[in-house]
């Protein structure tokens, strides 16, 4: 089993910056995609960004051109750089390992809040 811990969200103006990192406590290596989600009040969770083990990267449309999504499996690390944040950036955002429906895992979140 592995454990997710987010860190790296906070308060930012409009049009400010910010990165979030996702440490894992164990080798992400064999997990296939390592993704970022988040979840505003009242709404569904949502993919932000994703990583492939094979270099792979696909974003949310809102999101694309603004947020950078990077995986080091050596590390065992994701992170996604947040740029030109927007108050609808706003939400609880997850760090996600997958493997296959049976070898998934979530972190506890991490607040982002973008005031206008």
């Known amino acids: 089993q592995v454990q997710l811990m987010e860190s790296g969200g906070g308060m930012v103006q409009a049009g400010g910056s910010l990165k979030l990192s996702c440490a894992a406590s164990?080798?992400?290596?064999?997990?296939?995609?390592m993704g970022w989600y988040r979840q505003a009040p009242g709404k569904q969770r949502e993919l932000v960004a994703l990583?492939?083990?094979?270099?792979?990267?696909n974003y949310a449309d809102s999101v694309k051109g603004r947020f950078t999504i990077s995986r080091d499996n050596a590390k065992s690390t994701v992170d996604l750089q947040m740029n030109s944040l927007k108050p609808e950036d706003t939400a609880v955002y997850y760090c996600?390992?997958?493997?296959?429906?049976?070898?998934?895992?979530w972190g506890q979140g991490t607040h982002v809040t973008v005031s206008s």
């Open positions: 996600n390992a997958h493997k296959n429906w049976l070898t998934d895992y």
């Open positions: 990583a492939t083990n094979a270099g792979i990267t």
């Open positions: 164990g080798s992400i290596s064999s997990f296939n995609h």
